[in-house]
Each structure stands twice: as C-alpha cells, then as structure tokens.
C-alpha cells in the first residue's frame, strides 16, 4: 500500500508539469490575441506616458512573435524568475508570497467551517427528510446560495461595522497594524492569528479573529448550500442500498447505522466537492477579499487580469495550477482511506 | 461489487490535459498569426508620415519654444496670451472644462492645507485633535496604489503621494503658493538680488544645509544632489519624468533617439550639475524660467537621495564607465527603498493595502506632529465610506456621484471648489489614419468623412459650437468645473481669464457647417464614429451631448457613440485613427508652458497625434 501511494504520488506530481504547461501556453496564446498596444497600456499610468507606448512596447519586446516571448518567460521560470508584476509593482514570485497569507487565513477558517456545517446540515437534512426541517434548511440553503457574496458582505459589514462598530473591515485595527510593524511582534507565517499565538499576544489574536468574523461568515453562507446539498443526496442514496435494510434488520441503532456506517459512505461525493471547494478558496475570494478589504491572491488575480498583467496571471496560473492538483491528490488519499475499496494504482 | 481505480480518473485527467495542450497549440498559432512580425514598420503616426494637411499655425513652435527661453514674466505673459488667441481662432481642440478637486476630512484632523501642485497629503503640516480617533496616527483611504517609491521612476500621483513625504527637495513650495517657494535642503532660494543666478539665467547655485539625517542613518552632502540629478538624468526611463531636467540642463527631451540610440554624453550630464564646495551648481543648456525650473525643483522627481543608499540598493553607482546600462532599466532601482531625509520613514508597503510612514525624530526641521500616517488602498466605496464614519479613516477619496451621501453628516469638513491644474478637451484629428473603422466610407459622401475632414477650421468650429459645456458642467461634473479658455486652466501664472470660450450655439454651428468643404458637408452629410473608454461617463456625456446636438443641426450628420474599452481607445488614439477624442490632462507642474506644449506644439503629446504641424516642419 505504501509503494502503491508512493508511486501515485510521484505519478501525480509528474502529471503537474503538462498541466502547468498547457496552461501556461493557453493564457499566454489568449493574451497574444490582444495586440501590443493593450498590452502595452498596462504601462501607462498616467495621460502624460502615453505618447511613449510605441518606446514600451519596444523595451519589453511586446511585439515580438509568440513563441519567442513564451519561451524568453520559460527561460525566465526555469531560473526561478516568474517575471515582473506591473500590477503590484514587484517580482510576481513576492506577489504570491505577499498576497497568499491573507487568503490562506481566510480559507483556514472558513474551508473548515463550510465543510462541517454543511456535512451536519445535510445529515439532518438526510434524517429528517420531508419534514419541516428538511424544508427549512433546504430553503435556506438556496437563500444562502443565491445570495450575491458583494451584497451580503456590504449588509454585514454595514450592520456589524457601520452599526455596531465591530467586526471592521481589513484584517487588523489601527493600533494592532502599528503594533505588527512596530518589531515588537515576529512575523512568522504571515497569518495573523497564528503569529500572533506564537508571539503570545492574546490581544492581537482576538483582534485578527474579530476582523475575520464576518469574511468568514460570508464565505459559509455562501458556500455552504451546495455541501449540504451533495450531503443530503449522498446521504438518501447511501440510505436505501441494502447494507442499510441489513444493518437495520439485525437491529442496530439507527444512531450506529447513520453515524458508523451511512454517513462514512456518503462522505465520498462530499470530500470531491471539499477538496475543490478548498482548492477554490486558496487560490482566492476576490468578492469577499474586495469587500472586506482583506487584500489576498484573489486581489491579485482579479487586478493582474483587469490590468493585462500577462506575466502576473501566469504566475497566478501556475499557483492556481498547483493548487488543485494537490488538492485532487489529497483528495484521491482520502478516498483510499475512507473507502479501503478503493486502490490508488 | 463497484471496484473503483483511481488509475481510471488519472487516465481521464491526461485526457483533459491532451484537450488543454491542443487547444493552447491552436490558440497559439492563431494568436501567431495575429501577432506584429517584429520587422513591421513603426505604427504610430510621427510627423513625417503625416503629409498633405496642414494647419495654419507656423508660428506656434516658435512662440512655445520663445516661451519656455525667456526669462522677463512680462514678455512672457505676452507670449502666452498670443497662444491662447491662436488656440482659440484656430481651434486644434476645445478645453471641455476644469474639473475642481474635493478635499474630505474628519473635522479632528488640523493643519490641511492645498496646493494644486502637491501629489496629496503631505502629512508633516497635519496633526489630531486629542478628541480624534488614534490621535497620533493620520489615515488615508483612497483607490488605487503606488507604482513605485523610487522619486527618479515615479510619475503618477499615488507615488508622488508618499514620496514627498519621505524626501525633501532643495527647495518647495511656500505652503498654498505655486510660484513662491521655501529653501529646504538648499540654505537659501537662489535669486539674481542673492548672487546665486548668474549668467542671465544660466548658472544656479544652491547652497547645501549641513546636518541633515537621513534615513539610511547618513547626511546629506552637495555629492548626494548632485547624484540625485544625475540619476535621473542617466535613469530616463520611457514614459518617466526625467524629460523635465533634460530640457533645461542639456537642451534636449530625452537621453536616446526614437531608435533607443544614446544621444547624450557622459560628460554633458556630468558638467550640467555640478559640486564646488558646499554648492551645488545647476548649468543650464539654454535660458529657462527661473519659477518654472523651481517648480520643477520643488517636485517628487527632484528629491534628493542618500547616495550611499541608493548604491547599496542596486542604483547608478555614480561613475560613468558603464552609465548607459542604467539608462532606461525595465525596473525601478529604488522600488521600495528609503533613501530619503523627509519628515516620514517607510515603515512597510503592504501591497494592494496601504503604505504606512512613521515620523522620523531626527528630521532637520524637526519631528512632525504626527507618529504615523497610513495610506490605505480601499477600493470599494462602501467599505471606505464606512471606515470614514466610523473614524478609521480621517480623510477619504469620495468619488462625485456619492458626494450626498456624505454631506451634512456631523464631524465631517468638506472644502470644496478646490482649483486643479488638470483640464478635459476635445481634440479633433487633422489627419486621420485612412485605414481607421471610424470614418465610414471615408469619403465626404453622407457614410463617412475623409481623413482631412477636420483640417478645415469650420468644421471644427461647428463641432465647438454643438456642445453645451454648461450642462456638462452642471450635470456630469455636477457644478465641480469651470469652463475656461484653453489651454491652460485657471489660477496659472499667464493665463488669460478675458479670452473668449465656445458656448453652445446651434445657430453658429449652423453657419460653420454650411461653409464647410464648401458647403458640400451640409449638402451631403457626414458619418462619424466618436469613441469613449467604457466606464468614463465625462466622455460618454460629451459624445452623446455632440450626437444629440449634431443630428438636430441636419438628418444628413450620422454620429455613432461607441463604449470601448480603455486599451482599445489608447491604440486608436496613439494611432490617429479617431476623427475626434476627449482626454484629460494634468500638467507635471504650474506652468501654462506645460499646456501649450502638449496641446499645440507640433511635438506635443496630443498636437503630434492631431497632425496639428506647420508645413516649415514638414
């Protein structure tokens, strides 16, 4: 079993390369589609510049043929050199580092939570089918669903923030920023509430998690609709196989029956959307993100596609392109361990 | 039993990633197809391959460039007045309005004050009441972000913003004032009556303060000014600032050629800022006006850098060996180092967030009032209204159209009607690309125009009569502009506030059509595509206003508003493949040669795009 994995593994990994590749060449051809002068205006930052656009496209050889630009990037990758992001104004490898925290605190939290609740929701949901609590939770599930993410994080932020005065935008307040810049505080992951655990700093932790109340809030509601969906069908299906009718037949609890055995089973589906679910959130939250002023990947992505920042979408592509073969690759392990039937060959 | 492999879906995701490569290949060979072959001539129109249409100003060149070399303010008014007269009769395009600035403040915050010239806060006149929220820390929410904290790269004024907070410049401007100026590092502001002009003009001499700190834990010497100026003459980066310390000092508006060939020596450059002592010599290429070049001195781009820093940092090392590899660098050197002495240190550049400063204790002039000034990106004008009320943020960019959902509110300033020295125009092309998608048929034959069409003046006059700057004022700037003469804006030394503007007039705009072409234009109509850049409703307001006025005048005018996005408009404008275009412009510093410049010179950023030329520099 240990070789079994060990070889998938590498198999898996090996597969990234293709991938990053095709996906590599499909954004740079697409955004060869675009002539050089819109390329070029990503330069153009100011009315006054603009006469230089013909001198631009020139220095950063934006009109030279396709392949020669693609493989002068590759080269450039291969050196570990990801490029220049124009957008965020530095090397797009710092980019990522720089933007990825923020996102990664956001998801650690939210990822999770969107998991249980709606794995419990769908559970109950499954149990009490036809009931008015299935009705409930079903309806609210589509609200929450069909809620546009922009919205409910300006109504909740207008409410908690602009009402109440907490839970405020950005990921920490004024005198904990100062704090975090001052080198009283050791940034170690980039993620707020962790450091500030590793600093020991009680204040701090409590103001990171306050600010991420309700960007995480919002990112449940939203997403948690679709899980509790897959978990009640998963759930309904699992529980008219005939290892149920058995299981029951011999007398077991329904307790046992649903917990030992349905909801293991049922997990299956649910763990593919997970993993995706994730992967999705990892690689950033641009409404979310905007709303609430949590300046993360997503950010980044949305701005470096907005502006034409060929060499920032790429590097972006190859974060995103990472990210979700891992995310299939764990996703795979846990379906081997969840269901032993399953061989990773 | 269902027995599942995971080989299947590893088989199943090759496949998809075999569909992915295809179809990249595919792309990329259409994309290929339509990429520019690297040996295809220059697109963009110059001067020489604009022939056959001219317009009458041969006197125009010259006029800027007497202005720009003559010293006496008196002669120079005379000057000025005389381009706007030309700019008026001859009508190459029409300022639209002035737009005037907004400032949003918490009522805690003391000190503000305005200078058009200023990039934004400059946070060592400000400090809090002890009533406001953080006391000593000053935050500003506003969109968009620095491109860079290098002073020699940065031409945009979020950059601007920060930088001048963190470096000083020889001299400044003396609080509100444009033209009136302090010394700062320099001990005196040099004059003829101090001894330190000489040379009509042509000799400037500042001497350097002693003891001033810097960041970099150094102190300002007469060799950091002078390698402060000299980088920014060797960096001259493409679409950069430098062109203003090139003109005065080696008489030329860029180090290279169109070719990207180096026209400038080692030796000019050197020679042109010089050290003697505690002095910094300035040798001027040609005479120049003293408060111009001030002005240019009192800007971002002339900050004054920590030579040592800027070494240490990957910058220019300051020898001329191998100087020309430091022209033109595809990257600023100085992206996020402080090599300044200003009142604020960097503190961090989170970006897309903010930049945050803290006070630096050991500022020559002493600390600033505040610790630390914050300036946040918040793109989203909710969140940034919210932080606003909520005092998290104590001034705040309020876009126009959400004014009213600010006012009246309590412990909230509002000044309003602040001058800019920006304006918006009309310019009409002379010569259009023949090949452009927006002039129709081409021809004058009621489904297009021909690409001379606005080379003659009624035509153009017509087009200046259909516009009702009133209610462009009123309605889409909602009574923040002034519509003034062209082409400057008002409050510039030079500007003509009795020059006559166009109003809307139907009947005029009648009678100039009706001559124009002789009279075929009224006879047979025209067809027109007026382009605005999706999301600039300035723009599309003026089109429409034209479309709706223009068709009322005669059913023969066809005019065709088109949104397009902004690289789209770029291309087509840089190309002169649009009939007309609308563009604002903010002038580097406050002088009415930077308007007459770009708006009528044949060189001139929009001039050039017009084919508005004499025929002498044909």
């Known amino acids: ?345 | 039993m269902v027995r599942k492999s995971v080989s299947a879906i590893s088989k199943t995701v090759a496949a998809v990633i075999a569909v992915i490569i295809v179809v990249a290949i595919v792309a990329a060979i259409a994309a290929y197809m339509v990429t520019i072959p690297p040996s295809a001539p220059p697109t963009t129109p110059t001067t020489p391959t604009r022939t056959g249409v001219y317009i009458k100003n041969p006197e125009v060149d010259e006029l800027i460039e007497k202005g720009i070399m003559t010293i006496d303010p008196a002669e120079r008014e005379k000057i000025y007045y005389t381009l706007q007269k030309i700019y008026y009769e001859d009508v190459p395009s029409v300022v639209l309005v002035q737009p005037l600035g907004r400032h949003w403040e918490r009522t805690w915050v003391q000190g503000w004050y305005y200078n058009p010239a200023f990039p934004g806060t400059y946070f060592y006149a400000l400090s809090k009441s002890s009533d406001a929220k953080n006391p000593d820390t000053m935050i500003v929410a506003t969109i968009g972000e620095p491109e860079t904290l290098d002073p020699a790269w940065a031409y945009d004024t979020a950059s601007g913003e920060i930088i001048f907070n963190m470096y000083d410049t020889l001299i400044f401007y003396d609080r509100e004032h444009v033209d009136k100026f302090i010394p700062v590092i320099a001990e005196v502001v040099p004059s003829v009556e101090n001894g330190l002009v000489r040379d009509n003009g042509l000799t400037i001499i500042f001497p350097i303060r002693e003891g001033i700190k810097t960041h970099y834990g150094g102190e300002i010497t007469p060799e950091d000014v002078e390698y402060s100026f000299e980088r920014l003459m060797v960096m001259d980066r493409d679409g950069g600032p430098s062109w203003m310390l090139l003109e005065p000092l080696l008489g030329v508006e860029s180090t290279r050629d169109e070719e990207g060939n180096i026209v400038v020596t080692a030796e000019q450059i050197d020679r042109a800022v010089e050290v003697e002592g505690r002095n910094v010599i300035f040798h001027l290429a040609k005479p120049y006006p003293l408060t111009v070049f001030f002005q240019i001195l009192s800007q971002t781009w002339s900050s004054i850098i920590d030579k040592e820093c800027a070494i240490t940092h990957g910058a220019w090392p300051g020898t001329w060996e191998n100087w020309t590899e430091y022209n033109n660098p595809a990257e600023p050197e100085l992206q996020e180092a402080d090599c300044g002495s200003g009142p604020f240190m960097l503190e961090a550049w989170e970006h897309g967030k903010q930049v945050s400063l803290v006070r630096f204790d050991n500022y020559f002039r002493g600390p600033a009032q505040l610790k630390r000034a914050v300036v946040k990106s918040v793109d989203e004008w909710s969140t940034r209204k919210l932080m606003f009320l909520r005092g998290d943020a104590d001034i705040v960019y309020v876009p126009r159209q959400y004014i009213e959902e600010l006012e009246g509110i309590e412990g909230i300033r509002c000044v309003k009607n602040l001058p800019t020295i920006q304006n918006d125009a009309i310019f009409f092309t002379m010569k259009i690309d023949p090949t452009s998608p927006y002039i129709g048929s081409g021809k004058l034959d009621g489904e297009g125009i021909p690409p001379d069409f606005f080379s003659d003046i009624d035509v153009r006059l017509g087009f200046a009569y259909a516009i009702d700057y009133d209610r462009l004022v009123n309605e889409v700037f909602l009574g923040e502009a002034k519509h003034v003469p062209g082409p400057g804006v008002e409050g510039l030394p030079f500007f003509n506030p009795d020059q006559p503007v166009y109003t809307l007039d139907l009947n005029k705009a009648k009678e100039h059509f009706q001559r124009a072409w002789g009279g075929q234009v009224w006879e047979k109509g025209f067809k027109i595509v007026i382009l605005y850049n999706v999301g600039n409703e300035e723009r599309k307001a003026v089109s429409e206003m034209l479309k709706e006025n223009l068709e009322s005048l005669n059913p023969k005018f066809k005019v065709e508003v088109r949104a397009v996005e902004w690289p789209i408009y770029l291309k087509a404008m840089v190309r002169g493949q649009l009939p007309v275009f609308i563009i604002g412009w903010l002038a580097d510093y406050p002088d009415m040669h930077n308007f007459a410049f770009p708006y009528m010179h044949s060189r001139g950023t929009f001039a050039e795009w017009q084919g508005y030329v004499t025929p002498a520099q044909e």
């Open chain 1, 1 to 345: 079993m240990a070789t079994n994995l060990r070889n998938y593994v590498i198999r898996r990994a090996l597969l990234l390369v293709p991938v990053l590749v095709g996906v590599t060449l499909l954004i740079f051809a697409v955004s060869q589609l675009l002539d050089p002068y819109m390329r070029a205006s990503l330069y153009i930052t100011d009315p006054r510049q603009i006469r230089n656009i013909e001198a631009i496209i020139q220095k950063y050889g934006l009109n030279q043929p396709f392949y020669i630009q693609y493989f002068k990037w590759i080269e450039q990758v291969l050196q570990g050199n990801l490029g220049w992001s124009q957008s965020a104004r530095m090397q797009v490898l710092n980019a990522l580092i720089n933007y990825f925290p923020a996102t990664l605190e956001l998801a650690l939290y939210a990822a999770p939570l969107t998991i249980i609740v709606g794995i419990i929701l769908g559970k109950v949901a499954a149990v009490k089918k036809d009931t008015a609590v299935d009705h409930l939770l079903r309806s609210m599930a589509i609200i929450g669903w069909s809620l546009p993410s922009f919205w409910l994080g300006i109504v909740l932020l207008a409410m908690f923030y602009g009402g109440l005065g907490i839970f405020g935008p950005g990921r920490l307040s004024t005198w904990a920023e100062a704090l975090v810049l001052s080198g009283q505080f050791k940034t170690y992951t980039g993620l707020y509430t962790i450091d500030a655990i590793l600093n020991l700093n009680g204040a701090v932790l409590l103001d990171a998690l306050s600010h991420l109340v309700l960007p995480v809030t919002t990112l449940v509601i939203i997403n948690v609709a679709v899980l509790m969906r897959v978990m009640r069908s998963s759930m309904l299906e699992q529980l008219n196989k005939t290892y149920v009718i058995a299981a029951r037949a011999r007398g077991l609890k329904e307790k046992v029956v649903i917990d030992k055995h349905v909801t293991k089973n049922a997990l299956i589906p649910v763990i593919t959307l997970s993993g995706l679910l994730t992967a999705s959130m990892l690689s950033g939250m641009v409404i979310t993100e905007t709303v609430f002023e949590i300046k993360g990947i997503g950010y980044f992505a949305a701005r470096a596609a907005t502006q034409l920042d060929v060499s920032a979408v790429l590097g972006f592509a190859l974060f995103a392109g990472t990210l979700f073969v891992i995310a299939n690759l764990i996703v795979d392990i846990l379906y081997a361990y969840i269901d032993p039937r399953i061989r990773l060959g």
